[in-house]
């Protein structure tokens, strides 16, 4: 009943830039946090990065100062920032909704299908 939507992906030049998008859709009581993750050839799935619903943001250590998440004022909609890709920014890039879907508040995590990433020349 919580649909979680990714866009913005594909292939990118390395020294390019990145703008990916989230939407979050559906049964939304409330919304507590948003996030993305993304899984890297080979490794396990990592947080990048996640906004609170008060736009306090948090980053993992391995992408401090790389990557910039934002929300939309109004939407439940979420944004990832990157500029001067690296091809180790390769990955496929997953949005995480974390969300209450009626008043007894429980939460739960929804997750979109992931877009991929590839940065190469």
């Known amino acids: 009943q919580v649909q979680v939507e990714e866009s913005g992906g594909g292939l990118a030049q390395p020294g390019g830039s990145l703008r990916l998008s989230c939407a979050a859709s559906g049964s939304i009581f409330s919304l507590n946090a948003m996030g993305w993750y993304r899984q890297i050839p080979g490794k396990q799935r990592e947080l990048v990065a996640q906004v609170g619903s008060d736009g306090t943001t948090t980053y993992s250590d391995a992408v401090k100062g790389r990557f910039t998440i934002s929300k939309h004022n109004t939407k439940t909609t979420a944004y990832l920032q990157r500029d001067n890709l690296k091809p180790k920014d390769t990955a496929v890039y997953y949005c995480?909704?974390?969300?209450?879907?009626?008043?007894?508040?429980?939460?739960?995590?929804?997750w979109g299908q992931g877009t991929p990433v590839t940065v190469a020349s």
């Open positions: 995480n909704a974390i969300v209450a879907t009626d008043p007894r508040r429980v939460t739960y995590h929804f």
